[in-house]
């Protein structure tokens, strides 16, 4: 996929330029210095030659087939060129110039029309607004950045291509190699998905790192992550998180959604690992991209310094990792070898005079141990410290293992041997052990991932053909919100329980459906125009009698006309009163990008004060319902405190799933909210009592 | 203070060897290589010369006074060596040697032993077990590191040597200068707390950092820490955090308070800023040695390119900072003078192609306009950029300003003389813009705490003498739980509205009460030892009339005897029944180190499962105690929703103090709990309904 773009035969760079600092200039010479083997034909119609490479005044003259074209030229001009690609059938551009979307309308237009060009012809286009890409494998530096990173096995994708460069010049200094660098800019046709898909199907690339501010489209890029996740990792740093802003949301789901929540969960369910700083992007990739997978959280600590082992202890217990609780050999033949005043246990302290052989020593028998997946070795520059050999036994070892070795060497001139040591033999330094924890952390999670069943997705026997007639009536009417009675109507149709209700429109008729019912009941006005009753006292529960049914009838009624004039009140309803159970709170919120948002919480105060919800992008799978519930703060609320029965969770599973699939189904639903649902004891379900639902 | 540990006029080195490598040569050296400028002398009764200097068999040879004795010799002989300092007058002795508690019992006498003998002659010591001290402005450095630091305004003290070493030697490859490095080693004599106080005292220092693992006396290091503070920050990673373990406790404070939450506290309010990492240590160091404090939150960022721009913005809304809304007349100059599609907005936009001009232009203009406190420059090396000559631009303008300017060039080889050049100018540089936001945002919390007025502890009038019956009676009868009316009179006597309350012995006059204090009633069984008391039916509310008192004056009694027949039954608690209100908790646990942790929280599961609750180390005033009030994630329940009307907050800071008052009064109390103290509408007060009180 996208072969032309990585390892094209031929590249025809349009806008090359004699004159150095030129972006025209700077790209071709990339092409040059760093070794692109295959045919370069810059392009300039007043040069015959740049950097001693034949000159064509224009592609038609290249009598050649060019596999990619890059345009670096102004952006009024780039058309011309994208004409002259079609013309001469070429598959494959990277337009570097700006000029475009970013820079206002008239270059939002000049966008558009370059899309409808390539769309219409089957060119793939990378850019406008880039740096340009560089391959590693094939030499290919086909940008207008300042350096060619080491080959290695990390690809980084940007939506920055400042941060591309930031990025390059951090990663000469270190001893970090990449498969692939790409700088996507606006992404009007290749744009993350397609990275992706690429960098999956890429031998080279171990570990997928991205910088992104938005998606194109959610769900491509949750099939794509899905997919690629099976086989390699992806970790993204998303921008532009907090400034959402507040959204006019008529429901609970609505009001907490938000993209942040949405890209969150869509990461959580495609296997991507997101984090919240550059730092730890490239924290993650070097542990990713040099060490095996931890086979399991049990970690063991080597230090010859307590106190950051005592760092990398609270580090571990803060995290999802485990103290590895080393066996009785491995503690036996470290306290027969250790001086006296060394600690045998996890974290295992070799003492601040421990040389190379003791290191050695240590890390061999920690690491045969059954009980340990991971092994984090801490070194401190003291006098006796032997720090270059000591990294070099921590090599050889890593090398014949396939467990997960680590390293955090603290210090600054005298440990920089030593780490480079390491490097060439692919242990991961962290110059705080915090932060080699917290690598490992991910990599372990990244395990758990893989080793996930892939959802399945149940489907229910539901009456689509009814709710679909509800939405229709309410469109004619004009109305996008469902009254009371057809939100009830259609999760009824999805196979929520309800509880017996009954619009009424006289005194004499509520008593009748009342008695019908049988004490006590619920009384709610009905108007379409109304969705927060209780508000204005338009909800009267626990009605015990006929006289009283009577009397709610009135009072609701005047009250509505009252304080709502002009609201349609279609009567009043009369319900059958639930009691006892938990109130929960499930909902669905429709993200620009992501589809169906799904909500779950508790009731009343738990959403609305202390925002205690889980999120996940629908359709999901029983256990991805499942984590949903027990993700909550209030989780322990549901198994009961204090000698309290649990609730039945595995209706409110069962529920969660019908509304994914409601959600699923029919996208005109916006947002809704079925709250409460009310749960009731282990295996005897639950039932909706009320539901919001408004439509597009 | 403390002045012969740093600025001697005369140091003897006991132990002070020939043999390289060795701890008593290198030490000696380092006083030799990095010019301490008062007299050496070395003791070791085998040598007549060491490194040219002439060497004494003893102390008791050396004709002149010593400011300062170093013992470099083995644990055994350091007594020895200490009665010889005695017997000199020596008032300022470091022990560098291990052997002592850290190596067991045995060591743990010897140091005991140490400790009695200073203290007795009233000599000051630092360690045993330590690296020694380095102070850059005498010169002097008494220690065996290998280093010795550049000059500079940060203090660090270490409780772990061989962090100091770490940190040194990363010190050296940053631009990094210390006033003083000391190692603290066993802090058997000399603690955080006389550091704290010597480095307050310390015209050198600006800026105080420590590691801990531990304090040696909580209200001392809360007294110096609160008095520097006024003066100069202090900040402290402390580990050994989440291996606290669960501790038996009866009350729900107990369970859920732990030296964590006290440490968290004690700092809270001393105004420590307590990190959680080495890193944030020094990114914090790094900003407040060098810079102004931020006058306000108000934060411009101006970048060179988008993404890092919208990474750092990001991180500002996550922060307690503010994301300046530049002036008009600001974005009207920018806007005349920058390139169209420049955003001239914050954040600043400058382009890719910005040169430092067009940096010094717009950082001069942010910098004028009255809403801007802090400015944060953002560059990342594109082509034409000018890293170095930027870099002068903003040392220079740093310099004439007295706002806040912090810069993350964000790269590797590329900016690092850039870097150099600001670091000289005092402009401290972040390699990623969040790491740069979280060290202003640390700077700005300072210039809080140092605005806030200091804390003004209020007394209420009490019946003091009557707790301290409750508690000489409890003693007597070897109880170290409270009954419930006993807890209710101490509470009452600090001043708690109770609720009317008779203890009854028969069901006659528990009716005779019950209607004395008007219906509804609520019953309780009165035991010292049922603590939760409605876990087996011993609390029945809602009692209406007399048949019903006597139902349950029986059933309580009946089911007490069957269910706890060990227990002593006083009678049954015939109470007033409280309705309305809303329910919180206030507890207290004593910590070891702190002292009484106070607790406050919404009551029953916000407590049980949310663990939603604020800690303060009593005595407390009326802010702090609004401040746990207000730390809550609950707390917007008490202001109520959804047209509730607030809660007596008043009340709840009155009761706050009065248990604050309650808890430093009677050192005996180790745990409590008021729960629930029930809250009612603002202006209405409090009532405490129920109390569980543990004494020593």
């Not at 094939?138 to 990173?149: K, Q, R």
């Not at 399945?456 to 539901?462: E, M, P, Q, R």
């Not at 015990?544 to 709502?564: E, G, H, P, W, Y």
Request: hydrophobic share 40%.
């Amino acid at each position: 996929m996208l072969e032309h773009f990585f390892s094209p035969k031929t590249v025809a760079v349009v806008g090359a330029s004699r004159e150095e600092g030129k972006v025209g200039h700077d790209l071709l010479k990339n092409l040059v210095t760093y070794g692109y083997k295959g045919k370069l034909y810059p392009v300039n119609p007043h040069a015959d030659n740049i950097l001693g490479i034949k000159t064509y005044p224009s592609l038609r003259e290249i009598n050649d087939t060019i596999d990619l074209a890059v345009i670096v030229i102004p952006a009024q001009y780039v058309e011309r060129a994208v004409d002259e690609c079609i013309e001469k059938g070429i598959d494959s551009i990277i337009v570097i110039s700006a000029g475009f979307k970013e820079s206002g309308i008239d270059g939002a237009l000049r966008e558009r029309e370059l899309l409808r060009k390539v769309k219409q012809h089957g060119i793939r286009m990378l850019g406008p607004n880039c740096l340009g890409l560089i391959d590693t494998q094939s030499c290919l530096n086909v940008s207008f950045a300042a350096d060619m990173p080491p080959q290695g096995n990390i690809a980084f994708f940007s939506q920055s291509g400042a941060l591309c460069t930031s990025i390059l010049d951090w990663a000469m200094g270190e001893c970090i190699g990449f498969s692939k660098f790409i700088s996507i800019g606006n992404k009007t046709d290749i744009d993350e998905v397609d990275i992706i898909q690429a960098l999956d199907n890429d031998a080279h690339t171990k570990v997928i790192l991205g910088y992104l501010e938005g998606v194109k489209s959610g769900t491509a890029f949750m099939n794509a992550a899905q997919k690629t996740t099976q086989n390699k990792p992806i970790i993204i740093v998303k921008s532009g998180g907090t400034t959402a802003g507040a959204k006019a949301a008529s429901s609970h789901t609505g009001t907490l959604a938000g993209s942040e929540n949405a890209f969150d969960a869509a990461c959580n369910q495609s296997g991507i690992l997101r984090v919240k700083t550059i730092e730890e992007l490239f924290d993650y990739a070097i542990g990713f991209s040099s060490q095996h997978l931890p086979k399991g959280p049990r970690i063991a600590l080597i230090t010859n310094a307590g106190g950051p082992g005592i760092i990398a202890a609270d580090a571990v217990e803060r995290s999802k990792l485990k103290m590895a609780a080393l066996s009785k050999n491995t503690v036996d033949s470290l306290r027969s070898f250790l001086p006296a005043t060394s600690n045998v246990y996890n974290p295992v302290d070799v003492l601040g005079d421990a040389k190379a052989d003791r290191y050695r020593f240590v890390i061999e028998k920690v690491l045969k141990d059954p009980h340990v997946d991971v092994i984090l070795v801490i070194l401190t520059p003291q006098t006796m410290t032997e720090i270059e050999k000591t990294a070099e036994v921590i090599g050889e070892i890593s090398n014949q293992t396939d467990k997960t070795i680590v390293t955090s060497f603290m210090g600054g001139i005298r440990i920089e041997k030593g780490i480079k040591t390491m490097c060439q033999r692919k242990v991961p330094n962290y110059p705080f052990p915090e932060r080699a924890v917290s690598a490992i952390e991910a990599m372990y999670k990244y395990t758990l991932w893989q080793k996930k069943s892939t959802p399945s997705i149940k489907t229910f026997d539901v009456q689509k053909e009814i709710t679909i007639s509800i939405f229709d009536d309410a469109r004619r009417t004009g109305r996008s919100s469902l009254s009371e009675e057809e939100a009830r109507q259609v999760i009824s149709a999805y196979g929520f329980k309800i509880p017996k209700s009954i619009l009424t429109t006289s005194e004499a008729e509520a008593v009748r459906v009342a008695e019908a019912i049988g004490y006590p009941v619920v009384m709610k006005i009905s108007s379409p125009n109304i969705l927060h009753k209780s508000d204005f006292g338009g909800v009267i529960i626990g009605i015990k009698n006929a006289v009283d049914v009577r009397r709610c009838f009135s009072d609701i009624t005047q009250k509505a006309r009252r304080l709502m004039p002009e609201a349609e009140i279609k009567g009043i309803l009369v319900q059958q009163m639930i009691t006892g159970g938990k109130e929960v709170i499930l909902g669905m919120s429709r993200d620009p990008q992501f589809g169906p948002l799904l909500m779950f919480g508790l009731g009343g105060i738990y959403v609305e004060v202390l925002k205690d919800v889980a999120f996940r992008i629908a359709p999901i799978d029983s256990h991805e319902a499942e984590e949903m519930v027990r993700k909550i703060r209030a989780f322990p609320l549901l198994q009961g405190v204090r000698g309290e029965v649990p609730v039945d969770i595995d209706a409110i599973v069962n529920n969660l799933l019908r509304l994914s699939q409601l959600a699923t189904d029919c996208p005109e639903i916006m947002e809704m909210d079925i709250n409460p649902l009310v749960v009731f004891p282990e295996g005897k379900g639950a039932m909706a009592i009320d539901a919001r639902l408004t439509i597009s």
